[in-house]
């Protein structure tokens, strides 16, 4: 694995301990955890699960110019499921672009609901027979693989109980 994916989940389990464990979006039922990370067009891409957020979050490649990944940089990715709005940040001297899935994770009951909700969200991300409206790009405020209208609660029971069904 990637040695900043470890730094990252190191860097994000302290931030937990030192700083976010008393704020009630902490959801104490779930650990740092890196998901699902793999090579992807040159660079690494994989959702970080906290027990505050959870993270769609791309690492530069080599040939990258790592300005673009960092804090206050914005800009949208053409994955294979459609287009998505990232921004940037620097944890840990790590500089990596984000896409919100969660913005506050209190709904999962638990670490394997959170993990099994991760896996499925990258492997729907980057399949390339995902259905996908080009036109559209998801901005990274949140919920960001779905419309709207689909609340957190609605998309843990969509991939919790209907993992085979079209979305």
Do not use: C
């Not at 700083?19 to 891409?45: C, Y």
């Not at 990258?64 to 940089?73: H, I, L, P, R, Y």
């Amino acid at each position: 694995m990637d040695t900043r994916i470890d730094t990252l989940v190191e860097a994000y389990r302290l931030i937990g301990e030192q700083k976010m464990r008393d704020l009630p979006i902490f959801n104490s039922h779930l650990q740092v955890e890196a998901v699902g990370f793999q090579d992807w067009q040159g660079r690494t891409i994989g959702v970080m699960i906290s027990p505050w957020f959870m993270n769609l979050v791309l690492l530069a490649g080599p040939d990258d110019d790592v300005e673009a990944f960092t804090q206050g940089a914005s800009s949208d990715w053409d994955l294979p499921a459609g287009n998505y709005e990232f921004h940037g940040a620097e944890v840990a001297g790590i500089p990596h672009l984000t896409a919100a899935l969660f913005s506050t994770v209190t709904d999962f009951p638990d670490q394997q609901t959170a993990r099994s909700v991760a896996e499925a969200v990258v492997e729907q991300l980057l399949d390339e027979d995902t259905n996908r409206a080009p036109e559209q790009s998801r901005k990274g405020v949140g919920d960001v693989l779905f419309e709207d209208q689909m609340s957190r609660r609605s998309l843990l029971r969509r991939v919790m109980l209907m993992p085979d069904q079209e979305t």
